[in-house]
Every structure is written in structure tokens, then in C-alpha cells.
């Protein structure tokens, strides 16, 4: 068995291959854990970055990324320094350098229908609620809004495709499906994606 983290509110743990589960020093909370191409990264609950080091070790690599509330984060492991933060309002941040500095991805903003997107409770603000790399094209990426759609840029959030025909656009989660080819489907209903209230009766 290989060894697992485990990101919790009293931080991370470290289930060893002899079964035996360990704190780690480091970060003091975890909203989110990911992997990326220098190794893993946290991110606490009050939106602090941590990365990984050598060992068991943590460091701080940015105490707040952006200022706005963090609803997603990803990376892309194959491309050095990739990481990305989902926010809201409805927003995509981009790193290029392990997360020392962010830029948002401003186009998004200019997606046709930008200014309807919502969620349920008030003040009714959308967020981009799921990021995910795409696995087939390196540099390519999609981001699930709530509620707003699903959306892919292939060209580090310059220009994004709408991927919502025939999708109830209340997204919470992106996962791309290979088909039985491998390859990556560009249609909607290709995805599996976790929605909320049309299917689950959920409004959150």
C-alpha cells in the first residue's frame, strides 16, 4: 500500500504502509490537498498555500493567494508551477511559479451569460466551484460554476469553450471520462459531474 495524506481541520496526517497514522508538521487546517508537479500542496481553511518538502516537511509558500473566498483548487502535474484557485465571485486565479504570484484569468468575465449566472442561497453569487486539468491535452483546463456551467480553456484561460449543451448548469464537480478510445469526449454529457438540485434535491 502506498502511503496516503490525509487533509483534515487539525491539519494533515500520514497514513504510513505499516498502517500507522501520523501528524504531520505543517499546515494547521486543510480545505484541500493536491498534486502537483513539484509534489503535493495544501491549502488551509483560511487560504494559506503549503507545499510539501522533502521528507515529512511543510513551508509556506503564500500566506493568502488572493483575496476573494476560495471554492476550488488544482493543478496541473505536468506542467512545472501550474496551479489554479477557483473563487468567488465566479473567477479563475493562474500560477505559473508554485504559487508565489497569481493571475486572474479575466476572460472569463466575458463568457456570453456571465452576468445571469447565480446560486441558490443569497447573496446569490456564483463561484467557480471545480477546476480540473484536462488529462489528454497538457495546459488545457476545465472549470465547473455554480451555477453557471461547465467550461474549457485550452490556452491558460485566454478564450474558454461552453461545454453546457443539454446540461443543467448547477455544477459542483468535473471529472473527465476517457472513452473506450482514450481519448477525451468535448461534449457535456461526456462528463461525470456532480449536481445539485435537479438530481440530488440539494440547493448547496
Do not use: K
Not at 483560511?46 to 515529512?56: K, V
Not at 477557483?86 to 505559473?96: H, I, K, M, Q, R
Not at 461545454?163 to 461525470?192: K, Q
Amino acid at each position: 500500500m502506498s502511503e496516503i495524506l490525509i487533509g483534515t481541520e487539525s491539519g494533515v496526517f500520514r497514513l504510513g504502509n505499516d498502517g500507522n497514522l501520523q501528524h504531520e508538521e505543517g499546515p494547521p487546517t486543510v480545505a484541500f490537498l493536491t498534486c502537483a508537479h513539484a509534489g503535493v500542496l495544501a491549502l488551509t481553511q483560511q487560504g494559506a498555500l503549503w507545499q510539501r518538502t522533502g521528507g515529512n516537511g511543510w513551508e509556506l509558500v503564500h500566506e493568502r493567494p488572493v483575496a476573494e473566498d476560495i471554492w476550488a483548487f488544482g493543478a496541473d502535474p505536468r506542467v512545472a508551477g501550474r496551479l489554479y484557485l477557483g473563487v468567488s465571485p465566479a473567477l479563475l486565479y493562474c500560477s505559473d511559479d508554485g504559487g508565489a504570484t497569481w493571475t486572474a484569468c479575466e476572460a472569463i468575465r466575458r463568457i456570453p451569460g456571465y452576468e445571469s449566472w447565480t446560486f441558490p442561497p443569497p447573496p446569490h453569487i456564483a463561484h467557480v466551484r471545480s477546476v480540473v486539468p484536462d488529462p489528454q491535452v497538457i495546459g488545457a483546463v476545465y472549470i465547473g460554476v455554480e451555477e453557471g456551467g461547465i467550461y474549457r480553456s485550452g490556452n491558460r484561460g485566454e478564450t474558454w469553450e461552453s461545454l453546457n449543451e443539454g446540461l443543467y448548469w448547477d455544477v459542483h464537480t468535473v471529472t473527465p471520462a476517457p472513452t473506450a478510445s482514450g481519448c477525451m469526449p468535448p461534449r457535456a454529457e461526456d462528463f461525470i459531474a456532480a449536481m445539485t438540485a435537479a438530481s440530488t434535491g440539494s440547493t448547496s
